[in-house]
T-cell receptor, first 112, second 109 residues
Framework: EAGVTQFPSHSVIEKGQTVTLRCDPI?????LYWYRRVMGKEIKFLLH????????ESGMPNNRFLAERTGGTYSTLKVQPAELEDSGVYFC??????????FGPGTRLTVT | GQNIDQPTEMTATEGAIVQINCTYQ??????LFWYQQHAGEAPTFLSY????GLEEKGRFSSFLSRSKGYSYLLLKELQMKDSASYLC??????????FGKGTRLSVIA
């Protein structure tokens, strides 16, 4: 069974530019989560999809972040325009209901 | 608010036993996860405790006391490959996990 995949693995962009991160969950997992780890801090929740619906987006920092999961399969997270403080590692995870979450390898975003 | 505490760093000798503690104060509790994360890689699932007591899985064991808001991960017969960050995370139900900052374990010869 293929695991959670994320693309790109690393992205370096300038302040003000736009970046789109992609996550492909494990096939059949309805639950999809986005998390972020800023240097030196803990992994923090951004939002949660159940199929194509946003179940909880209380962790989204501001309206520069937009997440979608059209069709309930893969998800994208767009940051527009990017700011310096958006730098960090963005993890995606997926799961069946009420079971352990499987994490992707993360996308390391560097905003210069 | 949500608060999960674990030591920042630990060092242990190859072949030894190490215990990584985690204390938590969260609004809601359905269980506690331990994940292992090697640098630059995805966190990988180690254990999940829902009820009080010790769960053993090979060289790794995890303990939970819900009344004390306390868990630990016990690693036996340490190997060099066990050098990694160990993340404690609370499951509050069908909601996202709340993570601690992680404990960076260094195994030395």
């Amino acid at each position: 069974e293929a695991g959670v995949t994320q693309f790109p693995s690393h992205s370096v962009i300038e302040k003000g530019q736009t970046v789109t991160l992609r996550c492909d969950p494990i096939s059949g997992h309805d639950n999809l989560y986005w998390y972020r780890r800023v240097m030196g801090k803990e992994i923090k929740f951004l939002l949660h999809f159940v199929k194509e619906s946003k179940q909880d987006e209380s962790g989204m920092p501001n309206n520069r972040f937009l997440a979608e999961r059209t069709g309930g399969t893969y998800s994208t997270l767009k940051v527009q325009p990017a700011e310096l403080e958006d730098s960090g590692v963005y993890f995606c995870a997926s799961s069946h209901p009420r079971t352990e979450q499987y994490f992707g390898p993360g996308t390391r975003l560097t905003v210069t | 608010g949500q608060n999960i505490d674990q030591p920042t760093e630990m060092t242990a000798t190859e072949g030894a036993i190490v215990q990584i503690n985690c204390t938590y104060q969260t609004s809601g509790f359905n269980g506690l996860f331990w994940y292992q994360q090697h640098a630059g890689e995805a966190p990988t699932f180690l254990s999940y405790n829902v009820l009080d007591g010790l769960e053993e899985k090979g060289r790794f064991s995890s303990f939970l006391s819900r009344s004390k808001g306390y868990s630990y991960l016990l690693l036996k017969e340490l190997q060099m490959k066990d050098s990694a960050s160990y993340l404690c995370a609370v499951n509050r139900g069908n909601t996202p996990l709340v993570f601690g900052k992680g404990t960076r374990l260094s195994v030395i010869a």
